[in-house]
């Protein structure tokens, strides 16, 4: 049983910065490899950036030196600092774990939304 609780969204001009905050409420112990997601308007939602449980970092081309994923497992926390934004990234931005290695927690978290406009 899960609850995640993304925040830190908002309406940021291209180029400019976020930092997205995950709280994470897990029952069953553990420490899981974590991710961002997001899904734009009539698109399906992808994976952006992801972290292993030993601190690895993964991100999509799409992203890649613009953002930067990050956890504090003390305060059951992860993290994804946005940089130089584009349109483009607009979108509801939510995390899960990272689906390459374990199941998607149900049911996801309501996400944060990110607009990237003049």
């Known amino acids: 049983q899960v609850q995640l609780v993304e925040s830190g969204g908002g309406l940021v001009q291209p180029g400019g910065s976020l930092k997205l905050s995950c709280a994470a409420s897990?029952?069953?112990?553990?420490?899981?490899?974590m991710a961002w997601y997001r899904q734009a308007p009539g698109k399906e939602r992808e994976l952006v950036a992801a972290i292993s449980t030993r601190g690895l970092t993964t991100y999509a081309d799409a992203v890649k030196g613009r953002f930067t994923i990050s956890r504090d497992d003390a305060k059951n926390t992860a993290y994804l600092q946005m940089d130089s934004l584009k349109p483009e990234d607009t979108a509801v931005y939510y995390c899960?774990?990272?689906?390459?290695?374990?199941?998607?927690?149900?049911?996801w978290g309501q996400g944060t939304q990110v607009t990237v406009s003049l």
């Open positions: 899960n774990r990272d689906s390459r290695v374990g199941l998607l927690w149900t049911p």
């Open positions: 897990v029952n069953r112990r553990g420490i899981y490899a």
